[in-house]
Each structure stands twice: as structure tokens, then as C-alpha cells.
């Protein structure tokens, strides 16, 4: 299996609200603290994983945001029009006026389109060496695999062409595993165990792109060791607890309650866990990130899980 | 919060003052947030109440294959084609419904084959539409798709008259507005002049000279197969243009009907309160219904009580040994395990209390909230059966 961040391109999708930009951030941080040119990209116009670096809005053009790391957001017009003036050679004429109108318009409606040009962004960044590693805050599950099956779905649609003789290449890139992965990120929880699972099958049959892991966050701590639980299972005894509220001078239920709460759900989320980690080939690395009691999106919380995620790949 | 109330509807006309109320009162509920957020959880649990409450037939509509949901609701499985959740369900919940509860589910290819079929002049246009290239992935994979449908299928179900009361989960969008924009982005598509342009010299036989140097170099980039599939799907879809600009403009007044509402859900987490917040507004500037919040998995109330916070910190605190002294014999374990315990229980309360205290300020940051505000308190386990979906529904109802 290649090495998470050797590879150059690194997808990373899941079910909304898993922390899907909050690892790829971090990801990409960890990857520039190593001392690799990297780029991270946001697809979803959602615009917010600039607050993940604490750092301006991003945009199409990419800018250097800290030491060795570059940020951009995917606009897929921009990105039309730099296909079509880079990759197909096509003069000022096209990429203005009424004629870049048109193709806007074809972009927006032609199926296909808005994939390609944007696969084609992160693949041409890669082929060209500008950057050493590009990490993708990707589409979440839903759309992921129309993105990167995008160049075999032109392939059918488009039988010849300049548009066709460009998807050659888009394929080597990304169904080559020492190069491309697609990183899944879930929680454990049952709908994004149960969309990761169907997720991985539609990327294996539906794509050529390897799955290089998977991200489990917010994995809550194990409270009680060995023999604890009884013990605080007896504190909850109503004797017990009189002798609590008596020595702390105030009730002992809320402390206990919470306490109660985390034990039963870290065992509702170890059942899911577990059925992810049977079903997910072994061969796959899966990466821990635990539960931050923060919850703040800044950079902070970046860190944090960068921390936690290079200490998963044993770094 | 503002969401006490005397439990019974508001007058008619008056404002809802619960989530009852507001069910009462309105004839589509649609749930939208951003993803994780339990939009599908809370639709079912809503349309659960109304149909033991209220009565009449209650349909929800769902984009999830939502395989668990189906189980809970004691059915093997639904489709396009909505099925009635048994009656026997309902029993096994402790549950007597007065009216009938519905489930649908949104199957977006099958829905666009419908609405085809609808609107094109005849069968043979219906099935070479059916039968492009671009349009079978239009309908299968076209992202955007999904949102018209969504409404759309909402609007078929409705005008069918069937329902006394519709939930709509809404589907995973990109932006969350994408959805009730949907219906106005296609009439303004299908009444581009630019695509109009575009079809021209495929209608005409005739380049016209506006399109000219755009075909040139489109074959070039495309192929002409290609153009011409794009052509024919186009000028193909033209045939269905009255029927479906027409459409579309009924899905949107639908939308802002009185009758509709749209109900919020979120967690009080940054980024899905970033996006209710965002949501709210949008509702706002473009005069829909906004009939409720719904704050979802809010952790209890007690971690931000400060006594409790104060026992915490005697827990993890110098104090903590003479307490699990005086307290080992009557849990039957050594001290030194009971101060490892008690330390973790404190511990445990002085996270979690941090956390409480950030899902406050988030609260705050809904500043400008609907009348109804429901909360429902973090779960430790999952919904998975009906009594689950009715508990949660309880939570919320007033």
C-alpha cells in the first residue's frame, strides 16, 4: 500500500457533516509541515475552508496561506476558460464575449462538463509538478464518484475530439494508486458507516481510483478501564450516591449522568465501528481522530487533528 | 427559548406557536439543513405526530434509500410509490394513530422519466428523449437534477390531493438554497436565448452567423456527434418547453404558498449553524415560510449548571482522594480505583461542559430565529424503531 501522503492527489469525501473539510485541511497542513509544495483545494462552493486556516476568502487562484501551502477554490468557469486557453490552445476570442457565454452555457447544461473541468484542474496541477501534493476538500458522497469517473463518462459521450484526447491522460493520473487516492472520511455513527460502505463499493466499480483510507473522527475516549465500569456502575446505586452529594455538598446525578451518557454512546459508536472495520479491506489503513471537546473550526482544531492524523500514520 | 407554549393550536391565521400548531396549520413541511444534521430523522418523527395526532393521511417524502428508516417504520422497503406504514407499527409503539402515515422515497431517475413522458407531445418524442446519451445522464448523474425533482415530485404529490399533510426531507445540496431556487433556474433555462442560439443550425440546417465561430470551434473540441446529440436533446426537450417553463413556475408558487412552511434543523455545531443561519436569511429575502428551528443532539442543560461545574472540579482536584476513601466501601473497591473513577467522571463533566458552553454562544448566534424553536436533547443510542421516531417526535412536538 502506498504511504497516505506520498501519494499527489487526495481526494477526501464523505456524508456532510462528518468533518470532511476539517481533515482535509488538516491533512494538507501536515503535508506542508513535512516540507511539501502543497495546494488544497475546496470543490464545494461553500466557502468556508478558509475559516479552517483562520485566512481570507480563497479563490481560484491559488495563494500561498502559510509556509509550502497554497489554497484555492474550484470555480468551474475559471477553470473552463483556463482549459480552453492552456489545454486546447484556444485564443482570447473564446474565453471572452458572447463565444465564452456559450460555452458557459454548454458547460452548465452538457453533462459532464463541470466534472471534467474540474478533475482536469487538479490532474493538469499534478502532471504539470507544480506541486508536490494536492489534497482535495472533494464533494461529499453523493457527488464524489460522477467527479472522478467524469473523464470515462466523456470518454463515452464524446467520441472524438480535442476534449477526447484529453481524457487519456486524466485517467493515468487517476487510476494510477502510487499517484491518486480517495481518502473517506466518517464517523462513528450508523448513516456515515452505512454511506461509507456503499461509497467504497461505487468508487471500485464505478471509477479507477484507489481507496488510500479511511478517517473515523470523532472517535469519543474510553472512559473506564479494566473493572472501572462496574465500579462506576455501583456508584450509581442510590446509597452510593447519597455519600457523593454528601461529600461534594451539591448533587453527584448531573456529573454522573454525563459521565452515563459518554459510556452508553461510545458503546452505540463502537457497534459501528466495528462493522466499518469488518468490511473495509484490511489492506486499507484506517486513521483515528478523536473527539475534540472544543468544537471550534479555526486553525486550532486543524492542528489538533493534523497532530492526531500524523500520529496515525506513524510520523 | 420560544417555544413554550399551552400545547394547543394558535387561531387560525395567528402564528404557530409549536411545532403542533404549525403542523396543524399547513398542508407541506419542508426540512432542510445542512448534511448530518438529522433532517430524514426529524421529517419521519414529525410526519410520526401528525399522523397520531392529527389524523388525516400523512405522506413523508425522503432522499435517502434510508434502509434503517424503512425497518423502523415496518416496512420492507418504499420507492417512488409511496406505502402506508402498517397499523401493527404503530401498536408495537405503544401508539394509536387517528390518521394514516405515509413514507416515499425520491427516486430521481424515475421521477425525471415520469415527468417526461408528462410533458412530451407524443410517445415517440417521450422515448427518443428517454433513449439520448445526454439525457440519460442528465437524469442519472446531472447534480443539479435532483433539486428541480425534489420539487417537482413534491408538487405532482401534492396536487394529487391524496395528503392532508406532505414532510419533505430535502435532498443533500451543494448549497442549501440550491433546492427552492431549482424550479426558477429551469424556466430561465429552457428560456435562454442562448439555447435557442445553440440549436439553431440544427433546426434550420442553416448556421446562423451569431453561432458560427462557436460551432467551428466546438466541433473541434466536441466532435460533431457529439454537438448533434447535445442539439437533438435540446431541441427535443424544446417540445416539452410550455408544458415544463408552465411547471415550473406552479412548483414555485407552490413553494410560496401559505400552505408551505420550511422547517430549519440544525446542531448547535459551528459549521451547520453557519448554514441555519445562512438558510434563515435566504427564507427571509426571498419571502418563504420559515415556521421553525429545530435544534437537534443539544447536549442537557445541567453541564452548564456551575454548581455541578464546581463538584467536577473537586473530582479531579486535591480533594478527590478523601472522597473515594469515604466512598470505597459502599461501591465495594479499593480507593486508589475509585479515585481513578471519580477523576474520569469529573473529567468527563469538565469536557463536556466546555462543549455545552460553545453550543450556548451558537445558540446566541441564532439571533434571528423563527417563533417555533424545538429542541431535542443528544441521544446515546440511535432511533431504530417507531416508538424511537415518536419519542423524538414528543420532544418536539410542543
Known amino acids: 500500500v502506498v504511504e497516505l501522503l506520498d501519494r499527489k492527489l487526495i481526494f477526501v469525501t464523505g456524508k456532510g457533516g462528518v468533518g470532511k473539510t476539517t481533515v482535509a485541511a488538516s491533512l494538507a497542513l501536515l503535508a506542508a509541515g513535512q516540507g511539501r509544495r502543497t495546494l488544497v483545494c475546496e470543490v464545494d462552493a461553500k466557502g468556508n475552508l478558509a475559516d479552517f486556516y483562520e485566512t481570507g476568502p480563497t479563490k481560484f487562484e491559488e495563494r500561498e496561506i502559510a509556509p509550502n501551502l497554497w489554497a484555492m477554490s474550484m470555480d468551474t468557469e475559471a477553470s473552463l476558460r483556463q482549459y480552453l486557453s492552456i489545454q486546447l490552445k484556444l485564443g482570447l476570442m473564446v474565453r471572452v464575449g458572447p463565444l465564452a457565454k456559450m460555452f458557459d452555457f454548454v458547460a452548465s447544461a452538457a453533462p459532464g462538463v463541470k466534472e471534467i473541468v474540474t478533475v482536469g484542474k487538479l490532474c493538469w496541477e499534478v502532471r504539470e509538478r507544480h506541486y508536490d501534493t494536492v489534497v482535495v476538500d472533494a464533494s461529499a458522497s453523493g457527488h464524489i464518484v460522477g467527479q472522478l469517473a467524469a473523464p470515462q463518462a466523456i470518454n463515452q459521450l464524446v467520441q472524438v475530439g480535442l476534449v477526447r484526447q484529453q481524457t487519456g491522460w486524466m485517467l493515468d493520473i487517476l487510476g494510477d494508486p502510487a499517484v491518486t487516492g480517495v481518502v473517506i472520511v466518517a464517523t462513528p455513527a450508523e448513516m456515515p458507516v452505512t454511506e461509507t460502505l456503499e461509497l467504497t463499493a461505487r468508487v471500485a466499480a464505478e471509477t479507477n481510483v484507489e481507496l488510500a483510507a479511511v478517517v473515523v473522527n470523532r472517535v469519543l475516549p474510553e472512559l473506564f478501564g479494566r473493572g472501572e465500569e462496574e465500579v462506576f456502575d455501583r456508584l450509581e446505586h442510590p446509597a452510593a450516591v447519597a455519600t457523593l452529594d454528601a461529600q461534594l455538598g451539591s448533587p453527584a446525578e448531573p456529573l454522573l449522568d454525563a459521565a452515563r451518557l459518554t459510556v452508553t454512546s461510545r458503546r452505540n459508536r463502537t457497534e459501528h465501528l466495528e462493522r466499518l472495520r469488518h468490511a473495509i479491506d484490511p489492506a486499507v489503513p484506517m486513521l483515528y481522530v478523536p473527539y475534540l471537546f472544543f468544537r471550534s473550526h479555526g486553525l486550532r482544531a486543524t492542528r489538533q487533528v493534523a497532530d492526531a492524523l500524523s500520529a496515525e500514520l506513524g510520523y | 427559548m420560544a417555544d413554550r407554549s399551552d400545547g394547543r393550536a394558535s387561531p387560525p391565521g395567528g402564528p404557530a406557536t409549536s411545532i403542533e400548531s404549525l403542523l396543524a396549520s399547513k398542508e407541506i413541511v419542508?426540512?432542510?439543513?445542512?448534511?448530518?444534521?438529522?433532517?430524514?430523522?426529524?421529517?419521519?418523527?414529525?410526519?410520526?405526530?401528525?399522523?397520531?395526532?392529527?389524523?388525516?393521511?400523512?405522506?413523508?417524502?425522503?432522499?435517502?434509500?434510508?434502509?434503517?428508516?424503512?425497518?423502523?417504520?415496518?416496512?420492507?422497503?418504499?420507492?417512488?410509490?409511496?406505502?402506508?406504514?402498517?397499523?401493527?407499527?404503530?401498536?408495537?409503539?405503544?401508539?394509536?394513530?387517528?390518521?394514516?402515515?405515509?413514507?416515499?422515497?425520491?427516486?430521481?431517475?424515475?421521477?425525471?422519466?415520469?415527468?417526461?413522458?408528462?410533458?412530451?407531445?407524443?410517445?415517440?418524442?417521450?422515448?427518443?428523449?428517454?433513449?439520448?446519451?445526454?439525457?440519460?445522464?442528465?437524469?442519472?448523474?446531472?447534480?443539479?437534477?435532483?433539486?428541480?425533482?425534489?420539487?417537482?415530485?413534491?408538487?405532482?404529490?401534492?396536487?394529487?390531493?391524496?395528503?392532508?399533510?406532505?414532510?419533505?426531507?430535502?435532498?443533500?445540496?451543494?448549497?442549501?438554497?440550491?433546492?427552492?431556487?431549482?424550479?426558477?433556474?429551469?424556466?430561465?433555462?429552457?428560456?435562454?436565448?442562448?439555447?435557442?442560439?445553440?440549436?439553431?443550425?440544427?433546426?434550420?440546417?442553416?448556421?446562423?452567423?451569431?453561432?458560427?465561430?462557436?460551432?467551428?470551434?466546438?466541433?473541434?473540441?466536441?466532435?460533431?456527434?457529439?454537438?448533434?446529440?447535445?442539439?437533438?436533446?435540446?431541441?427535443?426537450?424544446?417540445?416539452?418547453?410550455?408544458?415544463?417553463?408552465?411547471?415550473?413556475?406552479?412548483?414555485?408558487?407552490?413553494?410560496?404558498?401559505?400552505?408551505?412552511?420550511?422547517?430549519?434543523?440544525?446542531?448547535?455545531?459551528?459549521?451547520?449553524?453557519?448554514?441555519?443561519?445562512?438558510?434563515?436569511?435566504?427564507?427571509?429575502?426571498?419571502?418563504?415560510?420559515?415556521?421553525?428551528?429545530?435544534?437537534?443532539?443539544?447536549?442537557?442543560?445541567?453541564?452548564?449548571?456551575?454548581?455541578?461545574?464546581?463538584?467536577?472540579?473537586?473530582?479531579?482536584?486535591?480533594?478527590?482522594?478523601?472522597?473515594?476513601?469515604?466512598?470505597?466501601?459502599?461501591?465495594?473497591?479499593?480507593?486508589?480505583?475509585?479515585?481513578?473513577?471519580?477523576?474520569?467522571?469529573?473529567?468527563?463533566?469538565?469536557?463536556?461542559?466546555?462543549?455545552?458552553?460553545?453550543?450556548?454562544?451558537?445558540?446566541?448566534?441564532?439571533?434571528?430565529?423563527?417563533?417555533?424553536?424545538?429542541?431535542?436533547?443528544?441521544?446515546?443510542?440511535?432511533?431504530?424503531?417507531?416508538?424511537?421516531?415518536?419519542?423524538?417526535?414528543?420532544?418536539?412536538?410542543?
Not at chain 2, 52 to 77: M, Q
Not at chain 2, 196 to 210: C, D, E, G, M, T
Not at chain 2, 311 to 325: N, S, T
Not at chain 2, 354 to 360: N, T
Request: glycine content about 6%; aromatic content about 8%; charged content about 25%.
Open chain 2, 30 to 398: 419542508i426540512a432542510c439543513g445542512s448534511g448530518g444534521v438529522g433532517k430524514t430523522t426529524t421529517a419521519a418523527a414529525a410526519a410520526a405526530m401528525a399522523a397520531v395526532h392529527h389524523g388525516g393521511r400523512v405522506l413523508v417524502v425522503t432522499v435517502d434509500p434510508a434502509k434503517r428508516l424503512a425497518n423502523a417504520l415496518g416496512l420492507s422497503g418504499f420507492g417512488n410509490e409511496a406505502k402506508r406504514v402498517p397499523v401493527a407499527a404503530f401498536s408495537e409503539a405503544g401508539a394509536k394513530p387517528r390518521g394514516e402515515l405515509w413514507v416515499a422515497m425520491l427516486d430521481t431517475k424515475q421521477s425525471w422519466d415520469d415527468l417526461v413522458r408528462r410533458h412530451a407531445p407524443d410517445t415517440d418524442t417521450a422515448s427518443r428523449i428517454l433513449e439520448n446519451p445526454l439525457y440519460q445522464n442528465i437524469a442519472g448523474k446531472f447534480v443539479q437534477s435532483h433539486d428541480y425533482i425534489a420539487m417537482e415530485r413534491l408538487y405532482e404529490l401534492h396536487s394529487e390531493g391524496r395528503y392532508d399533510l406532505i414532510v419533505v426531507d430535502t435532498p443533500p445540496t451543494r448549497n442549501a438554497v440550491d433546492f427552492i431556487e431549482a424550479p426558477q433556474r429551469m424556466a430561465e433555462f429552457f428560456q435562454s436565448k442562448l439555447l435557442r442560439l445553440l440549436i439553431v443550425p440544427y433546426r434550420s440546417k442553416l448556421v446562423n452567423f451569431a453561432s458560427r465561430p462557436f460551432y467551428q470551434i466546438a466541433d473541434r473540441i466536441l466532435g460533431s456527434q457529439f454537438l448533434a446529440d447535445i442539439a437533438e436533446f435540446f431541441i427535443l426537450f424544446q417540445t416539452m418547453y410550455g408544458g415544463f417553463v408552465e411547471r415550473a413556475r406552479a412548483v414555485e408558487r407552490l413553494l410560496h404558498d401559505q400552505r408551505t412552511t420550511f422547517v430549519v434543523v440544525s446542531t448547535l455545531e459551528a459549521a451547520p449553524v453557519r448554514e441555519a443561519e445562512f438558510f434563515i436569511d435566504v427564507l427571509a429575502s426571498k419571502h418563504f415560510h420559515l415556521g421553525a428551528l429545530v435544534l437537534n443532539r443539544v447536549l442537557p442543560d445541567y453541564l452548564l449548571d456551575p454548581v455541578a461545574g464546581r463538584a467536577a472540579e473537586r473530582l479531579v482536584g486535591a480533594a478527590a482522594a478523601d472522597i473515594a476513601a469515604s466512598i470505597a466501601d459502599s461501591v465495594d473497591a479499593d480507593a486508589d480505583q475509585v479515585r481513578r473513577v471519580l477523576y474520569e467522571v469529573g473529567d468527563n463533566f469538565r469536557n463536556f461542559r466546555i462543549v455545552a458552553g460553545r453550543e450556548a454562544e451558537q445558540r446566541k448566534a441564532l439571533a434571528s430565529v423563527p417563533d417555533v424553536v424545538a429542541t431535542v436533547p443528544e441521544m446515546a443510542t440511535d432511533i431504530h424503531d417507531l416508538a424511537g421516531l415518536l419519542l423524538l417526535g414528543a420532544r418536539i412536538w410542543n
